[in-house]
T-cell receptor, first 112, second 110 residues
């Protein structure tokens, strides 16, 4: 039972390159989330998926796209990376809104 | 727009002290409030979750309170230990949106 896994753990990109961050969960949770964490700013929601086949924008969606491939997997894509997207990205899952969210270990992204 | 503030940003205490971390929020129409712990380079671990109808939750040496009317929550840590050193984040849920504070970085000195 791995919980929430994220790949890669660390990535360096050049400005303009694209990449996809992967998140997978084995907790059978309906909802999945992508956050970014920047120094001194806490976590900010990028996109979320309340159930398989649905996605919605969060607080900071610009420059990102997501895909809820199936119940287990939720990916985050940067089509043309910018230095402002340098951050730590966390995926989280949740069974119901009344319960806690479970977080993955994070992906550290550096855009040069 | 919900705004969540945590004070202080950093706190250093000697081992054994009782301490209080503060969280304030601007919109009192919350669904629940959570306290998380984050160790350096790691993800978040949930410590306590308080539903909007509750006033407090306890887990071991941790006690979290919620006062919706004043937009405040406190996390009380009793008899602090060096292993409690971490960043503590408060998060408030409104509808489908969870907003985080910037966290309080706690250092407990042996």
């Amino acid at each position: 039972n791995a919980g929430v896994t994220q790949t890669p753990k660390f990535q360096v990109l050049k400005t303009g390159q694209s990449m996809t961050l992967q998140c997978a969960q084995d907790m059978n949770h309906n909802s999945m989330y992508w956050y970014r964490q920047d120094p001194g700013m806490g976590l900010r929601l990028i996109y979320y998926s309340a159930s398989e086949g649905t996605t919605d924008k969060g607080e900071v969606p610009n420059g990102y796209n997501v895909s809820r491939l199936n119940k287990r997997e939720f990916s985050l894509r940067l089509e043309s990376a910018a230095p402002s997207q340098t951050s730590v990205y966390f995926c989280a899952t949740q069974r119901t809104r009344a319960e806690t969210q479970y977080f993955g270990p994070g992906t550290r992204l550096l855009v040069l | 727009k919900q705004e969540v503030t945590q004070i202080p940003a950093a706190l250093s205490v000697p081992e054994g002290e009782n301490l209080v971390l503060n969280c304030s929020f601007t919109d009192s129409a919350i669904y629940n409030l959570q306290w998380f712990r984050q160790d350096p380079g790691k993800g978040l671990t949930s410590l306590l979750l308080i539903q909007s109808s509750q006033r407090e939750q306890t887990s071991g040496r941790l006690n979290a309170s919620l006062d919706k009317s004043s937009g405040r929550s406190t996390l009380y840590i009793a008899a602090s230990q060096p292993g409690d050193s971490a960043t503590y984040l408060c998060a408030v849920t409104n509808n489908n949106d969870m907003r985080f504070g910037a966290g309080t970085r706690l250092t407990v000195k042996p």
